[in-house]
């Protein structure tokens, strides 16, 4: 007996939403301390401001608790899972719609399935987001946990506004990076299993050219199409960071509003793109 499609679609979409949502766990669990110690050199918390990488975790280790190197990872879970899993299952989804528009090869669809679905993710998950950057920038306790935060922003801020502050540079950095960070991964993969098949692949049965590739090369390749994209649309994060973060301090209030921070954003873009010489 045959499986019905529709019974095939909804297998296909669980197991999406189910290995997107572990698969981010396990890699922000990864880079949670790295993650943190970004979050206070961007915006320029007090306490960590001139320091780098390695002497800022140990200055927190010192200062709190080592910890304290994953202040924020439970707010992180939260967002990740749904984020991930989103953000897996849209783009496979948004990739049938682009293939059936504009071919299997078009590389437009395939920036554009990736840009879709990082815009898609993020929207739904946004406000999580802001309450994750807020836990892991303090370190004396303004918040409390995931819920006093979020209610204390929304009276405090604005409403749900407040909780979205800094989306609109969040979503003009998105955009180029889930796109070429799916699109990076896809070539690279190709490239791969092209010209290094010896190398980075495995047979399968399950795939019509017979080999698959291998765990390590899809970290490789998932490594480098990572620090491209994130390369591309660094500034739109450091960006967001400030605006999520300027109510913390009276210092940065500038920063919460779009146009001050869209500003200071866009030209760090350009600059870093090599379209602004300075």
Request: net charge positive.
């Amino acid at each position: 007996m045959s499986v019905p499609k529709q019974d095939k679609n909804m297998d296909f979409i669980f197991k999406s939403l189910l290995a997107g949502g572990v698969a981010g766990m396990c890699s922000k669990t990864a880079v949670a301390p790295l993650d943190r110690i970004k979050i206070l050199l961007q915006a320029h918390n007090n306490h960590y401001k001139h320091l780098g990488v390695f002497s800022g975790l140990r200055e927190v280790v010192r200062k709190e608790s080592l910890l304290a190197l994953y202040k924020g990872n439970g707010a992180q879970m939260v967002r990740v899972f749904p984020y991930a899993a989103t953000q897996f299952t849209s783009f496979e989804l948004y990739s049938q719609m682009f293939r059936n528009t504009l071919g299997s090869q078009s590389h437009i669809g395939k920036l554009l399935s990736g840009s879709c679905a990082g815009a898609t993710a993020v929207a739904l998950t946004y406000p999580l987001d802001t309450i994750r950057a807020r836990l892991a920038f303090q370190v004396t306790e303004t918040y409390t946990g995931i819920v006093h935060t979020a209610v204390s922003i929304f009276q405090q801020e604005g409403g749900l506004r407040g909780l979205y502050r800094g989306f609109l540079p969040t979503l003009c950095g998105m955009i180029p990076y889930a796109g070429f960070s799916f699109y990076c991964f896809e070539m690279l993969k190709l490239l791969s299993m092209k010209y290094l098949p010896d190398i980075t692949c495995t047979p399968s049965s399950r795939n019509t050219g017979g080999l698959a590739l291998s765990i390590p090369s899809k970290l490789i390749c998932g490594g480098f199409a990572g620090a491209i994209a994130q390369s591309i649309a660094y500034p739109m994060d450091v960006t967001r960071r400030r605006m999520q973060l300027a109510m913390m301090m009276p210092e940065t209030h500038k920063f919460g509003t779009d146009k001050e921070a869209l500003q200071h954003g866009v030209k760090y873009w350009y600059i870093l793109n090599g379209f602004l010489l300075v």
